[in-house]
């Protein structure tokens, strides 16, 4: 899912900003933020040892440009699959004015949809 954070009123929220809230919170010690699916056994997890800025989080870069073609690009990363062997979550960071690279729609555009066509 897309969200929009903001470090503080007109500020972009950057890796370190994230690192930061997260631990302040002590998101840390909670194992499942740290787990991923076993390689041995599928059927189980178990605690990695990932590094959170080289396994969790990055930034990327999202210019003004056609907003179709950004919307094709958020869907290809949402849609993509995951190695849930490496870790269960990521987040990418992208700065810039909300709305300024059509990131963030409008209520009434949708990236995804739940619906589908069925055989």
């Not at 899912?1 to 994230?18: M, P, S």
């Not at 909670?30 to 699916?37: D, I, K, W």
């Not at 969790?56 to 179709?68: G, L």
């Not at 849609?79 to 990521?90: H, Q």
């Amino acid at each position: 899912f897309q969200i929009a954070l903001a470090h503080r009123v007109g500020e972009d929220l950057d890796v370190k900003d994230f690192r930061g809230a997260w631990a302040s919170r002590v998101m840390e010690r909670h194992e499942r933020f740290r787990s991923q699916v076993s390689r041995d056994d599928d059927r189980f997890f178990e605690v990695g040892n990932q590094s959170f800025e080289q396994d969790f989080i990055s930034k990327v870069e999202h210019p003004c440009q056609d907003k179709r073609r950004l919307i094709e690009q958020i869907q290809r990363k949402g849609a993509a699959p995951m190695d849930v062997t490496k870790c269960l979550w990521e987040i990418e960071l992208s700065s810039g004015k909300l709305g300024s690279s059509g990131a963030i729609p409008s209520g009434s555009e949708v990236f995804f949809s739940n619906e589908y066509d069925r055989e």
